[in-house]
């Protein structure tokens, strides 16, 4: 089967993905399965239908997913395509230690309408990776396991996810010139994280975009693969975390 498992659109911020697009573009690459997974962050982001409060880039307020509109397309998009192309309805949820509660709200409320939920870690108190900002003032080591150590408390304290996505993305926005920290002097805490999964009966995600961001390889490495399978994990799903038509 083929199937992608982190797809954003343009009800993520940082796409301009058309839904209807994806799906026709999926279908001709001859994909079985689709699941969107728009992007969720509170802290960092307020939601829809607060855009007063939120930070604007090019004009236009960044904010979480507008769940009535992206769960009512999806529902025409099943119904349209149904018939050529499993469409699975998902979220990534950029999850924070003190964001918690937030997350488990919006699980509440469309519980009902999801079937998939990417765990991710995208800042550390309030502050982004992808800017530098988490990174800045910090040593590569503080600020690498200052990401595992939120990983693995919110996936032990917080109930509402599926898989893990980009275990190690922390790699992609590791400034240091001589590249990111080697796998051994994380192997011990990335165990741990593993070994929340598996007990949970959670799965982790290979997502290809490593490739994409100049690592030579998926996230995470085939270390981690290696890892999780002598640990005894087994449920792993592929995404490409595409966002753009370009």
Known sequence: ?????????????????????????????????????????YGVKPDWDKPATARFE???????????AYFAELKRMRETYGSQIRIARGLEFGVQHHTMDAFDRVYEAYADQ???????????????????????????????????????????????????????LIRRYDPTPTGPMPFEDVRDITAEILKVAISRGRGIEVNTSGWRYGLGGPQPTEDVLRLYRDLGGTIVTIGSDLYSLT
């Open 1 to 41: 089967m083929l199937a992608d498992y982190h797809v954003h659109s343009g009800y993520s911020d940082d796409s301009d993905y058309p839904m209807e697009q994806v799906v026709r573009d999926a279908i001709r690459l001859n994909l079985d399965e689709l699941c969107f997974t728009e992007h969720v962050d």
């Open 58 to 68: 090019n004009g236009h307020p960044v904010t979480n997913c507008p769940y009535p």
């Open 114 to 168: 999801l079937d998939f939920i990417l765990l991710s870690i995208h800042q550390v108190g309030d502050r982004e990776f992808w800017t530098g900002d988490f990174q800045r003032g910090h040593t590569q080591r503080e600020f690498t396991l200052a990401y595992y150590e939120e990983l693995l408390r919110v996936a032990r304290d917080f109930d509402h996810w599926s898989v893990i996505a980009h275990l190690d």
